[in-house]
């Protein structure tokens, strides 16, 4: 494998989380927030690389840090 998209997932936001089905491998992941029309409100965070293997859980914690949420505006979104 390489270099391809393997997964998309858009969860709800009051899920507070996501699960993705991958197949063993090492793998990257780049997590935006997008409000309910698709338009991003944060800026993309890069989760570092992680490796999956058949039958575990591979839990991966993502934090977004305060600085990177977009604020509501007169022209549309703004980082705060």
């Known amino acids: 494998m390489g270099g391809g998209l393997a997964s998309s ?3 709800y936001c009051s899920d507070f989380g996501a699960s993705v089905s991958l197949a ?3 793998y990257t992941a780049s ?5 309910a029309r698709g ?8 989760v570092p690389p992680f490796n999956v293997t058949s039958n575990y ?5 993502v934090d977004f840090p305060p600085d990177s949420f977009f604020v509501a505006s007169a022209k549309g979104a703004e980082k705060k």
Do not use: E, F, M
């Open 31 to 35: 997590i935006t927030l997008i409000d």
């Open 9 to 11: 997932v858009t969860p």
């Open 57 to 61: 859980d591979t839990p991966v914690d």
């Open 24 to 26: 063993d491998g090492s």
């Open 39 to 46: 338009a991003p409100v944060s800026t993309t965070v890069n």
